[in-house]
């Protein structure tokens, strides 16, 4: 399966990829119009209409992908902001218990004669609202009082941001469940235009007829594009997942599998399909390692040579070793090389 290195020739080229802000319903305008009535459609509808429901799938799961980075950036933004909670209400309580033993001694001295138990006790918002006890603390202990003011300022803020953060969370959540509600609703319908082709007809239509998920690799692996190829063939058999990352129990998708293989190899790549084929250098000559690029960026594989790629197709198929033909070849755009 391995070839022999060839010249390489890159290109650096200024492409558009399809873009990932299209809104789910949007997406989902026009399919009920694409062969999906209520009389039996032609072969040649079926066969248009499965073209382009795979284009809408494409585009949402990128959607979906995104969303789900979004949600892990997030969760460790809350993480640090939790942190630095708890910092910023353990130096609060350090400058409270300053004050006071400050306005205890005051107190004794005869200076103040307010109720201290207010500097001492409950919310410290609850101390400073008292600030005709501070004025009279602060003409002695300026600094003291700023820092107190400060830290519960700090706190305040970081406790406001913790909220807005976690309702910021609760929103991508709801997100991703709706993308992947209308992913399965398309799906569905993939599902029921496939009934009624051949395999040889659905394999110009769709990603994934009548691969291999037994296949070894046996070739060496000194080299990282070697290390990546390596790696994409011991997940086959690995089932295709939404936003799957893997491991081959938690399943991988396309740009997943592909950015997971590049990884094992120690290089670190883009996400999403559109962005691995935007940021990572084009190549016009095939060698094992590269990823193939399909349907307007909206999927990819990876090559591993003999005119073969090891791709996760869709839903209701594996990780799979797939010849490059029909739908792949029909929807090739090219190949970049992390």
Request: hydrophobic share 40%.
């Amino acid at each position: 399966m391995h070839t022999a290195p060839m010249a390489r020739k890159f290109i650096k080229r200024g492409v558009t990829g399809v873009t990932v802000a299209v809104f789910a319903a949007g997406l989902l305008m026009g399919v009920s119009s694409s062969g999906l009535g209520a009389s039996k459609p032609t072969l040649s509808q079926a066969e248009a209409a499965l073209s382009k429901l795979q284009a809408q799938v494409d585009k949402l799961d990128q959607q979906y992908d995104q969303v789900q980075q979004e949600l892990a950036a997030t969760d460790q933004r809350l993480t640090v902001i939790n942190k630095e909670e708890d910092v910023f209400a353990a130096k609060l309580a350090d400058e409270k218990g300053e004050i006071g033993r400050i306005a205890v001694t005051q107190y004794e001295d005869g200076n103040i004669n307010a109720s201290l138990a207010l500097l001492t006790s409950g919310k410290p918002q609850e101390v400073l609202n008292e600030s005709s006890i501070l004025l009279e603390l602060s003409t002695t202990n300026t600094a003291q009082i700023d820092r107190l003011r400060s830290q519960a300022r700090e706190l305040a803020n970081t406790q406001a941001l913790a909220v807005r953060t976690q309702a910021g969370i609760e929103q991508l959540k709801n997100s991703l469940q709706g993308k992947k509600t209308n992913l399965t609703k398309l799906e569905n319908q993939q599902e029921t235009l496939v009934a009624q082709l051949t395999p040889a007809q659905a394999a110009l239509v769709q990603p994934g007829a009548g691969g291999s998920t037994t296949a070894k690799y046996t070739g060496p692996t000194s080299t990282q594009a070697e290390k990546a190829v390596a790696f994409a063939y011991a997940q086959l058999g690995c089932p295709y997942v939404y936003g799957g990352t893997g491991p081959c129990a938690d399943g991988f998708d396309c740009s997943g599998l592909t950015m997971e293989a590049w990884a094992a190899a120690g290089v670190s790549i883009p996400r999403t399909s559109e962005e691995q084929w935007d940021e990572l250098p084009h190549v016009s000559t095939l060698e094992p390692g590269d990823i193939m690029v399909f349907n307007g960026a909206g999927h990819v594989g990876i090559y591993v040579g003999d005119n073969e790629l090891i791709d996760s197709p869709h839903t209701g198929l594996d990780v799979e070793l797939v010849s490059f033909s029909g739908w792949y070849q029909e929807t090739y755009d090219g190949a970049v090389l992390p």
